[in-house]
């Protein structure tokens, strides 16, 4: 055979190869677009999103080593307890 032309067994083989990837690549997007696999991923994403913005919540509460961070948690409670004493007034208020 000259150089550059292909047996039959040699064309049967790609083909076959080829067929192998084509069925490997089919199952992979049905895997990727399945409700179930989408939904999963949903969750996941979810999950990691809350987890990030719970720790970062976290880290304007928190020193890097620990400790609370008592000027931050201050002034978050006298704004809770500001806005209590705002609302208890303005209902005192509308009562009248």
Do not use: W, Y
Not at 17 to 23: F, G, Q, S, V
Not at 42 to 58: H, L, N, P, R, Y
Not at 81 to 91: K, W
């Amino acid at each position: 055979m000259a150089d550059g032309t292909r047996s039959k067994e040699q064309i049967q083989a790609e083909v076959a190869a080829a067929r192998a990837r084509l069925a490997s690549n089919v199952e992979g997007l049905i895997l990727q677009v399945h409700p179930k696999a989408i939904a999963a991923r949903s969750i996941q994403d979810a999950k990691t999103f809350v987890a990030g913005e719970i720790g970062a919540a976290k880290a304007q509460f928190v020193e890097p080593d620990g400790t609370p961070r008592v000027t931050k948690i201050a002034a978050v409670a006298v704004a809770v307890v500001g806005s209590i004493a705002f609302l208890a007034v303005v209902r005192s208020l509308t009562r009248r």
